[in-house]
T-cell receptor
Framework: GDSVTQMEGPVTLSEEAFLTINCTYT??????LFWYVQYPGEGLQLLLK?????DKGSNKGFEATYRKETTSFHLEKGSVQVSDSAVYFC????????????FGKGTTLSVSS | ETGVTQSPTHLIKTRGQQVTLRCSSQ?????VSWYQQALGQGPQFIFQ???????GRGNFPPRFSGLQFPNYSSELNVNALELDDSALYLC?????????????FGSGTRLTVV
């Protein structure tokens, strides 16, 4: 079945460092792909998405490109801030119900000043 | 516009008991989904409700059941609680017929089973 695999965390960076969080997927066809962020004590928030191959999703300085050749959707940011400390989830739609999603296990990012 | 609100925020139950978690969907959203997020894991889809009927289900046993009310609010019920049911339970709402990624998530209910 469809699945998402994320790099293991935690990822610990200094402020202004470059961030990459790897995500690969297994799916039938070419589903939309998503990155969600979960700040401490809060629910999930959509960070960015891409709906077709070669699309680049971007938001708040984060970017991810939909690569069908490598079945990947890696999240990147050129210069992280302390406020980016959170858990990041890669996701794709499930065929079990309309808007339901399959999430990866999450990658914890910790940024220090 | 209000977001998704869940109650309670935390609760502790004993193994074998039953629990009911509640969710008020965002204004204008008529579809509600529930997820279970175990510690250190990503959310797993439990089921989705639309027009008071189950509209899809993940790989969860029948002791996980739900309800949706005419005002689109929803309940998640878990019977015969097991220790492994300890998790953060997330509710998400969306307008019907929208593409994935539109859901608004609540902050969750932290359930601890002892």
């Amino acid at each position: 079945g469809d699945s998402v695999t994320q790099m293991e965390g935690p990822v610990t960076l200094s402020e202004e460092a470059f961030l990459t969080i790897n995500c690969t997927y297994t799916a039938t066809g070419y589903p939309s792909l998503f990155w969600y962020v979960q700040y401490p004590g809060e629910g999930l928030q959509l960070l960015l998405k891409a709906t077709k191959a070669d699309d680049k999703g971007s938001n708040k300085g984060f970017e991810a490109t939909y690569r069908k050749e490598t079945t990947s959707f890696h999240l990147e940011k050129g210069s992280v801030q302390v406020s980016d400390s959170a858990v990041y989830f890669c996701a794709l739609p499930t065929n079990q119900a309309g808007t339901a999603l399959i999430f990866g296990k999450g990658t914890t990012l910790s940024v220090s000043s | 516009e209000t977001g998704v609100t869940q109650s309670p925020t935390h609760l502790i139950k004993t193994r074998g008991q039953q629990v009911t978690l509640r969710c008020s969907s965002q204004s204008g959203h008529n579809t509600v989904s529930w997820y279970q997020q175990a510690l250190g894991q990503g959310p797993q889809f439990i089921f989705q409700y639309y027009r008071e009927e189950e509209n899809g289900r993940g790989n969860f046993p029948p002791r996980f059941s739900g309800l949706q009310f005419p005002n689109y609010s929803s309940e998640l019920n878990v019977n015969a609680l097991e220790l492994d049911d300890s998790a953060l339970y997330l509710c998400a709402s969306s307008p019907r017929g929208t593409a994935p990624g539109i859901d608004t998530f609540g902050s969750g209910t932290r359930l601890t089973v002892v």
